[in-house]
């Protein structure tokens, strides 16, 4: 089951889409380190991340 992300900080419209949760969490990880110049914590992570049905 596909995961996506939309990072909800600022105007930023940053959003992933992948099959491995995996690489949606190191690369949420990279774009909030890069980009906002901070961390994400985990919980936080997990609350952005959903499971999406593909039709």
Avoid: K
């Avoid at 889409?17 to 909030?32: K, T």
Wanted: a negative charge; charged letters at 30%; hydrophobic letters at 30%.
């Amino acid at each position: 089951m596909p995961y996506q992300f939309d990072c909800s900080e600022g105007s930023c419209q940053f959003m992933i889409r992948s099959s491995s949760g995996d690489e949606v969490e190191r690369l949420v990880r990279a774009h909030v380190r890069m980009t906002h110049g901070g961390r994400i914590d985990s919980a936080d992570l997990e609350r952005g991340m959903e499971r999406i049905e593909l039709t």
